[in-house]
């Protein structure tokens, strides 16, 4: 097994990585020195802008997630460009949803089809990254995989219903995938974020929810795409490398848990 690689080290790649939260995230890793894959489903012009920020160390490649394919050929290409395999995975890619608590369906109305779609985003999509790296991360005897989740298990103010489930699910993941994977020398783990201020899934949140949020928050402010990156990097860095199967919740302490 080999020991904690530095930041710098790594290959790392980022689904639904152009923008938004991932966008915040694959800069974070650049920052340290990273190589990064941006995975991108729809944003074909932000991805290629970021990785032309960081030409040598950043490459841009269309797959998604949902098609185990796609994800195949995104890592052979990583390979292909980085000259290893990937030792770092962030499953953040978020399948069509808008944070707007007010025009989501309710409990009496909402179909078995609106969980489907959400599962096949937030959790097919991540088996699908994960399997096709693991070979990879065991052959370096080093893996990361940060799975992104939702303060809304501990605090389910919004009827996010299908969104939450599928994310509940993926913390069911991280944590038995934890215990299967750790002998190979990786770890899984969850950052959990409540509503970000501000990126294209949350731009269509009222103004006033943005603002009662903060107010509630101990930190007096809604939490930023940036600050959760920050949480992202901890359990890639070596000082987390006692750490697997847990969810660390980033939300400036509104929710306990």
């Known amino acids: 097994m080999t020991e904690a690689l530095a930041l710098h080290d790594q290959i790392v790649v980022v689904t ?4 938004g939260l991932g966008a915040a995230i694959t800069k974070a890793f650049l920052r340290e020195g990273a190589r990064v894959v941006i995975d991108y489903h729809s944003s074909k012009d932000a991805a290629e802008a970021l990785a032309a920020s960081s030409p040598d160390r950043a490459l841009a490649v ?18 292909e460009e980085f000259g290893g395999p990937v030792t770092t995975v962030v499953n953040n890619a978020l399948i069509d949803f808008a944070f707007n608590g007010d025009a989501r369906a309710k409990a009496a109305d909402i179909a078995y089809q609106d969980f489907a779609a959400q599962f096949e985003g937030s ?42 489930a599928a994310k509940a699910a993926l913390l069911s993941l991280t944590r038995t995938f934890a215990d299967d994977l750790g ?62 199967g847990q969810n660390l919740i980033v939300d400036g302490g509104l929710v306990k848990g």
Request: net charge negative.
């Open 183 to 244: 002998p190979e020398g990786i770890t899984v783990n969850m950052v959990s974020g409540g509503l970000l201020r501000t990126t294209d899934a949350s731009a269509a949140t009222p103004e006033a929810v943005f603002d009662a949020i903060g107010a509630a928050t101990p930190l007096r402010a809604v939490t930023t795409p940036e600050q959760l990156a920050d949480a992202v990097l901890f359990f890639a860095s070596p000082w987390a490398r006692g750490v697997t």
């Open 62 to 79: 269309p797959a998604d997630v949902r098609d185990r394919g796609a994800v195949d050929a995104l890592v052979a290409a990583a390979r």
């Open 123 to 164: 959790l097919q999509g991540p088996l699908n990254v994960i399997q096709a790296t693991r070979a990879g991360m065991a052959e370096a005897g080093f893996g990361r995989i940060i799975n992104v989740g939702t303060n809304l298990f501990q605090n389910p103010v919004v009827p996010y219903h299908d969104y939450t």
């Open 16 to 19: 639904g990585g152009a923008r």
